[in-house]
């Protein structure tokens, strides 16, 4: 399985930057993973935030193939624990190919969320898109060794 995160903008914080590399590095003998850096759309360049969502839209939906499996991360998604993630993330292994999408600041369009199989929230607080990138990265590499029996966990 080939498992990408789509990501509105890029990642500025260097110590945000650092604990990604990190758990990258961590990843690389479990899971192909990749980072793709979607081009975020200026409000000075748009009239108002529902434009913008759509022109991120069709960048995100420009970089996804139909046989890719599109999961949003969305605050308004269904809240997991680390365990129910790690079960999820297993279901997901016979897929050739998902994708994880983080939105912009305004959050995503209609059109992603209709092309997403699920959608899924990391927590009930808001958080940067810089921290949500992070904290993905993190829970993925937890479910992996939940799913694999090493003790990170607990």
Known sequence: MIL???QVG?????????????????L??????EI?????VSLKTEDNPEAVKAKEAA?????????????LLDERGETKTSLEFAAFL????????VAFLIGGVYGTHSSLKDRASACLSLSKLTFTHQLARL?????????L??????????
């Open 4 to 6: 990408r995160i789509l």
């Open 10 to 26: 890029k990642t500025r914080s260097g110590w945000i930057k650092e604990g990604i590399s990190e758990y990258l590095k961590r």
């Open 28 to 33: 690389e003998p479990l899971i192909r993973l």
């Open 36 to 40: 793709v850096d979607i081009p975020d």
């Open 59 to 71: 960048l995100c939906l420009k970089r996804l193939a139909p046989e890719d499996r599109l999961i």
């Open 90 to 97: 297993n279901t997901l292994s016979a897929e050739r190919s």
């Open 135 to 143: 904290f993905l990265i993190e829970q993925i590499y937890r479910a």
């Open 145 to 154: 060794m939940i799913n694999h029996g090493r003790s990170y966990h607990y």
